[in-house]
């Protein structure tokens, strides 16, 4: 009978796969070469590694990651030993727009940024970038998009060059891969020279890959008041992650960007079709259907007196207490990955309504640009 493992966090997939085949369910960090010994497929997330360590005289033929990255598997190793892999690309966009949202949405609500007035440059502009300049431009702000491999494949739309723009916007947004060895490597691709390149109450982000941030350059232009502040979702070395850099940014969270209900249960969805396809199992359609509310899936603002952008943001952080996140990290930092692995629910815009009370027209327009479901009033 066909035998898949599978990483016991991945959400909506218990019950799916069994009419089909044997399925073992266990912690990432422990699914090791002999687990996988008489096992024909993977499902996995980033926790765990596979190489050759994991994989050699194993009989697997597919790795399915639900995760949109997938430098965990060593492609070339999987390649050259005919080792299909698929990753989820895509599956977690809504969701680190959100996320992404929910940090402008601070920005204006806690420092009394006028988005209208600043400029973002987003450094990656693929599946997931392209989401957040779109959000970012619905916002009101000047966004500066950054993909030099799509500028050198795409000559009739218009890219910057990160050295270019770095020095004039007011945040910087990284949605990257990480890379090491091709002309565009993207290791510590923030590093110590662009950060003394930033204008000095500049704002980074990063909620691609931790190593695409230099975090002992980043802690000193921090400490020495080079840039103004910074959002770390991802870390060099997780889940050991450097107390000392977390003191010094703004906003910290436990790599859970991409962890809304809704680009979990995409990303399950896109390894179970995966796996149906390659053993022709038959679900090549499947889809989650018990995905749970939110606890308050409508919200009322009263715009009475508000700036347009204040009830925006009201509404962004309606949806999303990223703060929530931040402060249950800085309380329990030794439990990373349970705070990863217990995350509570988050769902996307597209499950909330809202209703504005004495609303402008414009305001309802960009509610519903960024993605919610209803806006009445």
């Given at each position: 009978m066909l035998k898949i493992v599978a990483d016991n966090k991945i959400p909506f997939l218990k019950g799916v796969l069994e009419?089909?085949?044997?399925v073992e369910y266990l912690p990432g960090a422990e699914i090791t070469n002999e687990v996988l010994i008489d096992a024909d497929?993977?499902?996995?997330?980033?926790?765990?590694?596979?190489?050759?360590a994991s994989l050699a005289g194993t009989r697997v033929k597919l790795i399915t990651s639900a995760t949109i990255g997938f430098d965990h598997i060593d492609t070339a190793w999987c390649?050259?030993?005919?080792?299909?892999w698929t990753n989820a690309p895509g599956c977690n966009s809504e969701s680190v727009k959100q996320y992404i949202a929910a940090v402008l949405a601070l920005l204006v609500r806690d420092k009394k940024w006028n988005l209208a007035g600043k400029s973002i440059a987003v450094v990656g502009v693929g599946n997931v970038g392209r989401k957040v300049s779109a959000m970012a431009k619905v916002l009101g702000?000047?966004?500066?998009?950054?993909?030099p491999p799509r500028a050198r494949l795409e000559k009739d739309k218009t890219f910057y060059a990160l050295e270019e723009v770095i020095g004039k916007v007011d945040v910087v947004t990284f949605h990257t891969p990480l890379?090491?060895?091709?002309?565009?490597?993207?290791y510590h691709l923030c590093n110590a020279e662009l950060l003394l390149c930033m204008k000095p109450d500049a704002v980074v982000i990063n909620s691609s890959?931790?190593?695409?941030v230099d975090g002992s350059a980043l802690k000193v232009a921090l400490k020495e008041g080079r840039i103004g502040d910074a959002v770390l979702d991802v870390w060099e070395n997780e889940p050991h992650i450097d107390h000392e850099l977390l003191e010094t940014v703004w906003i910290a969270t436990p790599h859970i960007a991409g962890y809304s209900?809704?680009?979990?249960?995409?990303?399950?969805?896109?390894?179970?079709?995966?796996?149906?396809?390659?053993?022709?199992l038959g679900i090549d359609n499947w889809e989650p259907h018990n995905i749970p509310q939110p606890a308050v899936p409508?919200?009322?603002i009263d715009c009475t007196g508000k700036a347009d952008e204040a009830v925006i943001a009201e509404a962004i952080l309606h949806t999303y207490a990223l703060l929530k996140d931040d402060a249950d990290l800085r309380t329990n930092l030794a439990q990373f990955e349970v705070l990863r692995g217990a995350y509570p629910v988050r769902r996307e815009f597209q499950a909330y309504q809202v209703e504005l009370i004495n609303g402008r027209p414009h305001v309802k327009e960009k509610l519903l640009a960024l993605g919610f479901k209803e806006v009445v009033g």
């Open positions: 009419p089909f085949a044997k497929a993977l499902i996995t997330r980033t926790r765990t590694k596979c190489n050759s390649d050259k030993h005919a080792i299909k702000m000047k966004v500066y998009e950054v993909d890379t090491r060895d091709s002309k565009d490597a993207t890959r931790g190593e695409v209900q809704d680009g979990k249960a995409k990303g399950t969805q896109m390894s179970v079709q995966a796996i149906s396809r390659f053993f022709n409508n919200v009322t």
